[in-house]
C-alpha cells in the first residue's frame, strides 16, 4: 500500500520532453510519400502522450495513420497499439544471458532489451514488455541495481529472482514497484516485493539457477497480490520521441551495416538486413534465437550508451552512473548519429535518459523495437562500427 501512495504523489510530476529537430534525415515511406511535403522540418507529437487513452495528443501532423479512440501510440515502440495496452505499466523482465541459459524465453515479444555487463563482465539482459500473453518468460536472473533505474525511466513494474547486496535497500524503497523470488537476503534483510513461491516456477531440461521462468498469469497474480498500481502514473510521457506514420528517420554521421559494443565475453554483434530493414543480433558466435519461436532477433533501432562505471568492492560487482550523462550512438537503417545522452532530473530514477544530436536536439527514433548496449565508459574504445 505505501507504494500505491507514492505513486500518487509522483502523479503530478511529467517528465519534459525536447524538441524533435535533429540532424538526422526524417524521410517519407515509399508507399506514403503522395501527397507528403518534401522536406520535413520536424516531427511533433509522438512523446508528448501523457495519458493513454488521450487520444487527441496522439495526433501527429505528418501522421497518415487514424488513431481511434481504441488504439494509441505504444511508448516502447511508437507503433498503434490497443489503448487498453499502452495505458498499464511493462513489465521490466531480468533476463539469464549466461550462454549456459540461452535462448532465452519471450525475449523477442518485449519493445525494449536493455544490456549491461555485471561482474566478471558478463551481460545480462532486462527485457521490458508491453505484451507478454505467455506461459514461458526467462530464464529469469537476479537485479543489479543499475537495471532498477532503466526499468524507472520506463515507469516498469521490476522483475526478478535474487539480487546483488547493493539492491536491496533500493528494491526496498518508496516508489520502487518489484516483483521478488525471493524472501530474504542474509546480511540485508527482507524483500518488499517477494508475495509467494507460486510466481515463479523451474524446468528440468537446465540446471540451477539458469532454469527460473514466470508467465503472464503468474505476473498478474503478483501485482494484485502485492497492491501495485497497473496504469501508467498521470503525466507519463514515455521515453523516446518517435517518428510520425510514414516517415523513416536516417542518421547522417556515417554508415553502420555491423557494430559491436565491445563486451568481451558473449561478443556481441549486430548486423544490418537492408532487405528487411532492421539489425540481427549476434552472440556467442552465432544469430540470437528466441527459444518459443526459434526465430533470430532483430532490431529497428539499436543504442550504444557509454556511463562511468567503477567497481563496489573487490567481487567485481559494478556500479554504474545512469544519470550523469556522457556519449552515446544511435543505430537505425543502415546509419549511426553519434549522439550524447543526459538526463532531465539526475535525483530522479524515473527521470530518462535523452539522447542528443551535436546540435543539442532530441533525436528521433524510427518506430520498431529497440535494444540499449550499456558500455562502461572504460571499454567505450572497444566499440566497432563498420
Known sequence: MKKLIVAALLSVAAIGVSGYASSAQIQPNEVTA?????DLISVTGTQQEADAQDTAAETQAADTTAVSAETTRSTLTGEIVDAEVASKR????????????????????????????????????????????????????????????????????????????????KLNAPGIDNISGLQYQEGAGSLDGYCGEDIFYRTTDRVAPHNCYTSYDQLQTA???????????AGFSGHYQFAADGQTVVPTTGSATKMSPGYPVNQPWFEYNAEEGVYYRYQYGSAQIDELTGEALAYDNVIFQVCYCENYDDHGYLKFDTKSGGDAYYFTKGAYQKCTWS????????????????????????????????????????????
Open 223 to 233: 501485482i494484485d497480490r502485492l497492491e501495485y498500481n497497473k496504469l501508467h502514473y
Open 34 to 38: 503522395k501527397g507528403m511535403a518534401e
Open 90 to 169: 511493462p513489465m521490466a523482465i531480468m533476463l539469464n544471458n549466461i550462454v549456459d541459459a540461452c535462448p532465452q524465453a519471450g525475449i523477442a515479444q518485449a519493445g525494449v532489451v536493455y544490456e549491461a555487463p555485471v561482474e566478471g563482465l558478463l551481460t545480462r539482459l532486462m527485457g521490458i514488455f508491453e505484451t507478454y500473453d505467455l506461459d514461458k518468460i526467462g530464464s529469469v536472473r537476479s537485479c543489479r541495481d543499475y537495471f532498477i533505474d532503466f526499468a524507472q525511466e520506463f515507469d516498469a513494474i521490476y522483475v526478478h529472482y535474487g539480487q546483488a547486496v547493493y539492491a536491496v535497500d
Open 343 to 386: 538526463t532531465d532530473e539526475p535525483e530522479k530514477y524515473s527521470s530518462p535518459a535523452r539522447y542528443y544530436d551535436e546540435n543539442g536536439n532530441e533525436i528521433t527514433l524510427n518506430q520498431g523495437k529497440t535494444w540499449v548496449c550499456i558500455i562502461r565508459e572504460a571499454g567505450a574504445s572497444d566499440i566497432t562500427i563498420e
